[in-house]
């Protein structure tokens, strides 16, 4: 994931995008309302943009579901990754800490642009 799509994740659930971080377990239940809130609106706006190409379609609640599907399961390199693909990692890990009573920590680390994947275990 690009710094930018981890930044645009951490300030839809309250956060900064600060090299380290918490969502203390009381903050769950908000953090992860917050985010299933966002992708419901990025689903929306992605089935009106998707009715928008397709207006001979539209009108039908099959068709509705028809569009909902594509858009939901299209793997079309041309086609941006939906939030709700690129938040799934993110909203599981917070509910999963949830039903744990246990927060969510992070940080980030970069390798030394001299060592190997390989040597310092990433591979």
Known sequence: MTSAAAAELLHLIGKDSAPQGIVIAEDLPAAIHALEQAIGRDDAERLRIAAADRPGEAGSD?????????????????????LRRRAWPL?????????????????????PS?????????V
């Open 91 to 111: 909203l599981d890990q917070l509910r999963q800490s949830s039903r744990h009573g246990v927060p969510v920590v992070w940080e980030t680390r970069t390798l």
């Open 62 to 82: 099959d068709a509705v579901d028809d569009t909902a599907d594509r858009a939901a399961t299209s793997g079309s390199d041309d086609e941006p990754v939906s």
């Open 114 to 122: 001299a060592v190997p994947l390989r040597a310092a275990g990433y």
